[in-house]
């Protein structure tokens, strides 16, 4: 079930309805107990926050990276190009750029100081 239609659904049971029909539930249904109600409308809260977590993200983000594109980026870092530029102009996160460069073997993994020597 895609977020969108999640929404749908959450919004119709949160407002006391039948998300199929729209109408509205009897009035002895558990979806109208103010424990159910607040429940439901938390969850409504935390899908709207996921899908504007969603819509927010880069076009590319998640998508696989082909042969030119792990090209041309590592020409722009050669080129001294700024990862934030190079992140927008691939339509994805900064920290997928380094990601990809450390794949690549092109920058060092950053290592922590928690991690053993």
Same mark, same amino acid.
């Given at each position: ?7 749908? =659904?959450? +919004?119709?049971? &949160? %407002? %006391? ?10 009035? !002895?249904?558990?979806?109208? +107990? ?7 409308? +938390?969850?409504?809260? &935390?899908? =709207?926050?996921? !899908?504007?977590?969603? +819509? ?5 983000? %998640? *998508? ?5 594109? !792990? @090209? ?9 190009? !700024?990862?934030?530029?190079? &992140?927008?102009?691939?339509? *994805? @996160? =900064?920290?997928?750029?380094? /990601?990809?460069? =450390?794949?690549? %073997?092109?920058?060092?993994?950053? @290592?922590?100081?928690?991690?053993? /020597?």
């Amino acid at each position: 079930m895609e977020i969108q239609e999640a929404l749908q =659904v959450m +919004r119709a049971l &949160a %407002g %006391g309805n039948d998300p199929e029909t729209s109408q509205p539930v009897a009035t !002895d249904s558990i979806l109208l +107990r103010p424990q159910i109600v607040r429940a439901l409308n +938390r969850a409504l809260s &935390a899908l =709207v926050q996921q !899908d504007e977590r969603q +819509r927010a993200k880069p076009a590319n983000a %998640g *998508r696989l990276w082909s042969n030119e594109e !792990d @090209t041309k980026v590592c020409e722009e870092v050669k080129q001294g190009i !700024d990862f934030h530029e190079i &992140a927008r102009s691939h339509n *994805r @996160t =900064v920290g997928s750029i380094v /990601a990809r460069l =450390v794949k690549l %073997g092109k920058i060092a993994p950053k @290592t922590s100081p928690n991690q053993a /020597a």
